[in-house]
């Protein structure tokens, strides 16, 4: 499986970004697809899941209500739409995915065997 994360930019505070992460190769619906966050100086960090097989969505508390996890199926894509933007969500955003998650392990970045390339989200006060 390749992932593709594409969609970060520069934005002010208040603002709005949509990532999206493509999934070629053996990414079909057993695979749940997240994102994770680092910015410099920190760990990476959970931000939020899609499973596939029945849609249920996951967020990190520091992103809930501002963003959302969703996925196009037929085009094998992930998406996290962010809006009301805080300098505190610059990083780099990495999507990721993996098969066989429990709710006790879907933050866990350690868990997801297949990660895109990271893309720059930098928000500006």
């Known amino acids: 499986v390749q992932l593709q994360a594409s969609g970060g930019g520069l934005v002010q505070a208040g603002g709005s970004l949509r990532l999206s992460c493509a999934a070629s190769?053996?990414?079909?619906?057993?695979?749940?697809m997240a994102w994770f966050r680092q910015a410099p100086g920190k760990e990476r960090e959970f931000v939020a899941a899609?499973?596939?097989?029945?849609?249920?969505?996951y967020y990190a508390d520091s992103v809930k209500g501002r963003y959302t996890v969703s996925g196009d199926n037929a085009k094998n894509t992930a998406y996290l739409q962010m809006n009301n933007l805080k300098p505190e969500d610059t990083a780099i955003y990495y999507c990721?995915?993996?098969?066989?998650?429990?709710?006790?392990?879907?933050?866990?970045?350690?868990?997801?065997?297949?990660w895109g390339q990271g893309t720059q989200v930098t928000v500006s006060s």
């Open positions: 990721a995915t993996g098969t066989g998650f429990i709710v006790s392990t879907i933050r866990q970045a350690s868990r997801y065997t297949y």
């Open positions: 190769g053996r990414a079909g619906r057993q695979y749940t």
């Open positions: 899609l499973r596939r097989s029945d849609r249920s969505t």
